[in-house]
Every structure is written in structure tokens, then in C-alpha cells.
């Protein structure tokens, strides 16, 4: 038996080690976001795939997925996957997700951008997901993004473009997680599991590639940005020019 399978968790238990309210796992137990329990008598018993798909739903709404986007990307995964084909799927996501967001009160904020942001300067931030409001008038914010963030407001982004250019990016993005994800469930796993590769040795390999994965996606799109120059430099040049008076 894998030391997986022998894990038991009361509900009070399962709270203390995964961080979620009781409440909140029972919520997400009637939305088939996690299997039932097991019942030992009267007490509901979770195990360890409990656990670990409790890590990934936290893990989701750290990076700002809804409750719908979630429930869907769980129906993807399968219900009696052990906890650590569970687990890969929160390796498949990280090339994907921003870094982990830090909170900073108003004047660390400006003081990491190393100006004083306005009202409008912080809208255009947190419209391109680079900080978020919190109820406690502090800030999450990204840390690795904020200097590219304060550059682009020097610029004069406008704030409708932000928005913009937020949601496409988002988007795209997360269709092409999903389309990769179902890649590795479809195609990858199953060789693995075929040729009795450990998980923890896949765990490594996609952690290996995953690099490999965003250099080939920012590869991707900047070729895409030079054709679109390309193409829109043809359409000028193709473009017939206004008589001039002394050709007449």
C-alpha cells in the first residue's frame, strides 16, 4: 500500500493541515470540487487526495481564478488520480501563473516604485494585474512586474488600453494552459504510466521543461509581433500615394 493510501483525516484535521475552514471544504465537497469522505461509523474520513487537491484550489485562487474557472479546471482532473498525479497538475500551472504576490502598504508601494503612484497610476497597474486592492487598503503586488509596471506609466499607458490588453493576454494565456493540460492528461501521462516511470521522476522532467515552455512561448509571440510588422509595412508600401501637384 503507498503510504498515500493509509493517510485519515477527521474533518477537524483535514482543516489543520490544509489551512481551508471546515465550512469551506464542505462547500467544495457539494460542488464535486473534492470526492466525499469515507464514513468510519458516523465520522467522515479524508485522505491525502483530500489534501493535495485542497493545496490546488488554494493554489487557483492565489492566482485569481473564480470559483466557476476552478470547478471546471477540477472536472478535468481525474477523480481517482492519487495525490501525486494531483500534484503534477500544480507543476502544469506554474509556467503559467505570475510570481507569488507580496503586500505592501501605500508608501512601501511607492517606495519600490521609486515614485509617488497616483490614484490613476495605481488603476493602471492593477488593471494590467500587476497589484490588487485589499479590504485592508494594502496592496498585493508582484513584485518581479512593479519596475516594468512604473516604466509602462511613464510611458502614458492609458488605462483603457491596459484593460484591454489585460483580458487578451488572460485570456489566451489560460486557453492555452488548459489546451496543454489536456495534452499532458490525453498523451503525456499515459506513456508514463505505461512505462512505470515514478511520479516524482515525472514531476522532475516537467519541471525541467517547463523553461523550455515559456521561452518557446515568448518565442512564439514575438515572431507573431515581427510578421504582424512585416504584413502592416507591406500594406503601407502597396498603399497607392496621393498625386502630387506637379505631376498633374
Do not use: C
Not at 488554494?58 to 476552478?70: M, N, S, V
Not at 503525456?188 to 522532467?205: L, M, N
Amino acid at each position: 500500500m503507498n503510504d498515500w493510501a493509509a493517510q485519515a483525516y477527521t474533518l477537524n484535521e483535514l482543516e489543520e493541515r490544509s489551512g481551508v475552514a471546515a465550512r469551506n471544504i464542505r462547500f467544495y465537497t457539494g460542488r464535486d470540487m473534492l470526492p466525499p469522505p469515507r464514513r468510519e461509523g458516523r465520522i467522515a474520513m479524508y485522505g491525502a487526495e483530500h489534501l493535495v487537491r485542497l493545496e490546488l484550489i488554494r493554489e487557483l485562487q492565489a492566482h485569481g481564478f473564480t470559483l466557476a474557472a476552478i470547478t471546471s479546471y477540477l472536472a478535468k482532473v481525474p477523480t481517482d488520480g492519487s495525490p501525486d498525479a494531483i500534484r503534477l497538475h500544480r507543476t502544469l500551472l506554474a509556467p503559467w501563473m505570475s510570481d507569488r504576490p507580496e503586500t505592501l502598504e501605500r508608501a512601501e508601494l511607492s517606495e519600490r516604485a521609486g515614485r509617488p503612484l497616483s490614484e490613476d497610476d495605481l488603476e493602471v497597474l492593477a488593471a494590467i494585474g500587476i497589484l490588487e486592492p485589499t479590504a485592508d487598503e494594502t496592496f498585493e503586488v508582484s513584485p518581479t512586474l512593479l519596475s516594468l509596471g512604473v516604466q509602462m506609466l511613464d510611458f502614458g499607458l492609458p488605462l483603457r488600453a491596459a484593460q484591454r490588453a489585460q483580458a487578451s493576454i488572460e485570456r489566451h494565456a489560460r486557453a492555452l494552459a488548459e489546451e496543454l493540460t489536456d495534452i499532458f492528461r490525453e498523451d503525456v501521462w499515459p506513456a508514463y504510466k505505461a512505462t512505470g516511470v515514478p511520479a516524482a521522476d515525472v514531476r522532475d522532467s516537467v519541471n525541467s521543461f517547463r523553461p523550455l515552455t515559456v521561452q518557446s512561448f515568448v518565442a512564439a509571440y514575438e515572431r507573431s509581433v515581427d510578421e504582424n510588422k512585416r504584413a502592416a509595412a507591406e500594406r503601407h508600401l502597396r498603399r497607392p500615394r496621393p498625386a502630387r501637384s506637379s505631376d498633374r
